[in-house]
């Protein structure tokens, strides 16, 4: 059964404190992408790595972190530098599944941060 | 400056009727559109998409409609259904990153 993958569902961290996000995905694709949600707010796009060993910063970075040492893994580690970290993180995989083109990008379950 | 937008927050249907969600972009480069349907808590799930080189794509209850002259596209959903409540996001992609630009969504509520 194909999919991607996140842990833990909630997770609460003191402030101070750098902790890391799992995204694991079994659709052997080659793109992977962070996303950070917030109320009211669209999907903003925090990492991606287009293959193993490789990454691109997105629109808001700061504060964060990713390696991409296997192709079925990107975890993301939110460091204490990261200013307002309580949100939603999305992972998603980009590439074909079914009829559709490659460009797709299929998500998580998602990772709800809390600071306390 | 929002390349992509979605500029109803909310739209309230009743059961049975059609639901129509609009969505706006202003990079003219943009070749591929999706919409998302999400759940509160939870991650987005494709529900459709469709090519620049395309104006109607459909799979069973929902379309997608692409005017490009205007820059607009929208999904129709028909009959809606009450689990089609949700938050539905358009995307857009262009280029060989393949990076999606996203709306903020509309929620949709389609009441008994």
């Known amino acids: 059964d194909g999919g991607i993958t996140q842990s833990p569902k909630y997770l609460f961290r003191k402030e101070g404190q750098n902790v890391t996000l799992s995204c694991e995905q079994n659709?052997?694709?080659?793109?992977m992408y962070w996303y950070r949600q917030d109320p009211g707010q669209g999907l903003r796009l925090i990492y991606y790595?287009?293959?193993?060993?490789?990454?691109q910063k997105g629109d808001i970075a700061e504060g964060y972190s990713v390696s991409r040492e296997k192709k079925e893994s990107f975890p993301l580690t939110v460091t204490s530098a990261q200013k307002n970290p309580t949100a939603f993180y999305l992972c998603?995989?980009?590439?074909?599944?079914?009829?559709?083109?490659?460009?797709?990008?299929?998500f998580g379950p998602g990772t709800r941060l809390t600071v306390l | 400056d929002q390349q992509v937008k979605q500029n109803s927050p909310s739209l309230s249907v009743q059961e049975g009727r059609i639901s129509i969600l609009n969505c706006d972009y202003t990079?003219?480069?943009?070749?591929?559109f999706l919409w998302y349907k999400k759940y509160p808590a939870e991650g987005p799930t494709f529900l459709i998409s469709?090519?620049?080189?395309?104006d109607k794509n459909e799979d069973g209850r929902f379309t997608v409609f692409l005017n490009k002259s205007a820059k607009h596209l929208s999904l129709h959903i028909v009959p809606s259904q009450p689990g089609d409540s949700a938050v539905y996001f358009c995307?857009?992609?262009?280029?060989?990153?393949?990076?999606?630009?996203f709306g903020k969504g509309t929620k949709l509520s389609v009441k008994p």
């Open positions: 995307a857009a992609s262009g280029g060989s990153q393949g990076n999606l630009i």
């Open positions: 790595s287009q293959i193993v060993n490789d990454f």
């Open positions: 990079n003219s480069m943009f070749d591929y």
């Open positions: 659709l052997n694709h080659d793109a």
């Open positions: 469709i090519s620049s080189i395309k």
């Open positions: 998603a995989s980009r590439g074909r599944v079914g009829g559709y083109p490659s460009d797709t990008q299929y």
